[in-house]
């Protein structure tokens, strides 16, 4: 039996408890999951949720979660700025802690947290769902094993349009406190693909900019963006490989893209996020003459599809990534092999973002462990 | 609060309890769910189902699901022939009904369910899930806006290559008792299709073939196939409008496909099932030079994609789509308005595919209601 | 050196112009081509289309071309009602024929051609373009090295949109005396392929449709349409080998449409004449964990794109398969193997579409042959 | 009438004399090309070719086909390296030039070409074919009637793998004489696009990579690689705008790609070149439920579709693009506006490519003008 608490219940919130709610029936190999107790910024609201989202307990306060003993582990899904606080305070009391990205605003504060994790001696795992679809996992197997030889050079793209309209007013993301903008919304998530795939990022050259200079503000005036929507990258591997990495919070017609693209001496292989149940791979031991990009469609003998669906091609969804996440946190509870996010890997990921920033600031390469 | 008792618990089982799991979590505005029995073949089973699943009760006989009264709504997940004799006594127990389609082996059985369901006023629905997704909804609401004009030719086809190979031995889906073969796995989902967008089918000619003619036996023995992995068929719907719908359950590569062409006067819609977040939309109405097919992600405006993901184009899957029928299903329990397929409309899937088979046999044109 | 005289100097009366043109330069193999006489309907039109198209001589009458002793080979792109008078005066003349199709109005002409065409012991060959692209020919070896096994079920279309606009006035293809519409315009295109690919159709099965039963005419009256824009048909093949043949010029979005789908024991092909540089390709030698679709680009393997261009994935255009067909009619003048559609397999193109027609008006299946 | 001289006769070589060849036919509205004298390296490899491309004369002396008196234009094909003293010869002498890219090896080189040009007021135009498909001409009419409104941000990538094989030996390519690698090979087609599309390149900060660092020689040792497979530039353009071009000739399983992706204000517009009859638009005007990416076929609407085929979706071919380009490079010749890369331009694209390279070799940003 693991017993569950949840601080934070917007859209994140909600995502956790779905996960926390599916993963028993849908793997069938977890304790029971009892979902404990819900904390919000206010009695009333922490009451009508956890009502919604089926938790027993509700409370105003986060810390009368972090301290019930019947949790083991916390999901903790408030704003960024809240972090810090609140998963130290959770360590500390000897919770698990499935924590949401980014880890918090300054790179000290991240850093204070993986130490408080490493000190804990507990599981601390961020929320980087996108490491975990089928296909994702299956690109790591191809290139375990060697199919498209060894990788030389990769690609990635995180393209969506939430930001793209220039008549949408200014808000706290546009403002400095919110960090860089693009890098801290987008650039984390292929920086965990990068990591879960081939490892840590050595040196980067990025670029910036702001699509839209200023804004209007409720009063009606003009207000300077503080953030930028864009960010391009030159990135140079541990491992040697070089590449690029490319985020654009303004990019009219873009969903959800992650795209990937990577280069080996045998073969490549293409995935694109807005349609995940698919990889594209090209290999040369195929015939010359029928050589050509396969699309691939999940299916059950691409793990765990089949926790979910007998049938091949029928598709997973967002959210059953969050469930799959949960199995891999429980997996990691209970001492076995995870394919997780810790917390220090994410402070690797937290780094690399900043000496992008810097490498922008300054307008050279930097080295990401300099 | 509504009480749920579920019958069957292989993999539509599995999906029913997964959606009744899931439904209040992700809609915020059912009754609270309580999965109160479940019924298998053997208390051994079911016990140990119960308890994955999450039911409270367990029991090796189905009418102690139908009798417990606590139960308000039963999921009937049983293989077919099992259908009639169950879901009439759940009806006239007074339970409402979630009954797996095919309804039932034959059609005089698929009646008698029929009429169970209208004398006892119970809600009685059919487990088409396919119409459920955001982007057929939203296919629904452009057809009805006439954004492609008057929609005068249809093209469907289901394809899946689970029978595909050859060498796989022959099993229970090749003996007749099965039924017709592709007819009943197949033609059934795009015909809730039709009958979900464009209303009953008139006529039929139908063409069926074997594209194996006999199988191995665990014996070593080759027996006949007696079913029919592939149905052709020529279509005319009562408004007038002409088609063709195909099904094939031993096309290699296909994995989930069911595509439709739809033809106006004013443009066209595309869809495939394998990419079920995406439809493809021409309209004259776009100026001459940037007419094109337009891929629309589904996304929060397409309904209820928003209740799972508050960001466009992150992909639902396919079991949210029987939460989504669980929701109708329970809207219609409560007196709403709800997009499902009842046993009057499931009979009529059924008369057209008995009425596809007598045209194959008969080498001729049939009338559905003929 | 051949000497060529061209009837005819519409659309494609300027793609054999152009193939004539580019052929000798193309693939350098060849005798050098003269452009002899040009024939049009008057004196002047054919003055002016020799100077454009490049030809020496120009003729208002068609007979003084056909009797030019300079002329080899005849291109015969006039309207279908002209072919058999033109066709079978060429051929009794002596000349090799190149026809466009369809051949003629009546079937009791097109067997009077092909009469013709045997007596003369002269070349005789129809423009059936779509046989020679690249894709095609790679995909005719493919099923010739049984890289899919044997195949079982074959879906054809066909589709465009230029006949889609329900305000555009009533023209002569509108008139019965067209032919029957859809199949004369397009089904003898996917019948082409069928032919080149499987051999000959035995049965069919065939509904037609007219998307809008009447349109308006120059004087502002409505005339109803005597034509029918959509044909689908059930097919048997003499192979043994079911499918379907399905054809709509009103289809919205539509361009250039010849959409494949061939399935074997072994495997799939998929080809779209929109893309018709790329042939999708699904085979289960493949590893289960990597099956899916390949698209492989047309390249100098596959033959004859080499003789256009060295590099692959660059792509051939709708003109270079004119050249490609002109090639082969060489090869057949200069009695080499050569992949064409003669008279006589032309001739059993045309049985099968007035068996289609037959087996609509009498709505039963008819015997192609019978 | 205009007399045509060719030097050199390998793969640019056989493209221009069929552009050549084929242009007069295929619009109609230009003079008479004769095609008048072709010189090679060798008399007897000259003679050949006139022979087999159609020229009327033929030499080994490249010196003897400038100074015919009949020639008016000169189509320049050799290596890269006999440009410089060819080209200022041909325009001394007062011929057109038209010559095949790169420009010359070293940028003093082209430097020379294009003050020849400008001094002899002749046209000079370089072979950039990719600026004339009918795709791209309409997006540049899109980006000219702010359809997408105001650009902000651009991505193209160019990649092939006609260098990815490990195991294939080293050749000339592999030599630091031969320019920088994918710079000169293929960084100079996007530029090309670039330019034509939005102007100029203001900066430019550039990695470069060696997937393969030594390669077999002929005498079986290994020798080290000293071109670069790989470019990837961050780039910011005069008009402000910011982007990448990422370029890769060792990139398995892409053909011929040219990928665009052109972020605006109001929507985004994609394009490959492996697909260059089509182009994705996504708008903003389009209604929110709506909005996806349309999937554009080239057609007679978008120039010059409709010279080649009167049908749209049926697909131009790459050696239409350089008959399209013969056909500007007359209607400069003629003294009218014409859509090509003069020399001034094509030096432009040079020194872009050379500021690219000292920004890898400087490890900084490097202004293009500095």
Redesign the interface.
Known sequence: MIGVGLIGSG?MG?CH??AW??V???F?DTPAIRLVHLGEANADLAERRAG???FAKASGDWRAVIADPEIDVVSLTTPNQFHPEMAVAALETGKHLWCEKPMAPSFAEAQAMADAARKSGKVAVLGYNYIQSPAIR?IR??LDEG???TV??L?I?MD?D?M???DAPFFWKHEAASGYGALDDFAVHPLSLIQNLFGRVASV?C?M?R??PDRQTDSGSRRPVETYD?A?S?IHLENGV???L?V?R????????IAL?I??????I?FDQ????E?Q??V?S?R??????????S?P??EPYGR?????????????LKTIECHELIAAIEGRPANVIGFDEGLEIERTVHAMARSFEE???VEVRG
């Open positions: 859209f909600k408890a779905m709610n599916a028993h029936l849908a069938g919604e989202f089926g299956h197997t191809l199919v498209i030889g030389n050079h690609r793209e969506e939430f793209a309209d220039p050259m670029d900019a699509p839209y864009i391009s030159l070089s590449g690029t490319l654009n303004s990019a009219w017609g873009r969903k959800g893209r693209q280069f080996g001496s045998k073969g490549s293409l807005e349609r995940f149940n990889v791979l090209y040369t195929d010359p003459t029928e050589q050509g990009y396969r699309t691939i469609l299916g003998p691409h979910f669906i007998p049938a091949p091609g029928h598709g997973l969804g967002f959210n059953d307008r050279r390469w």
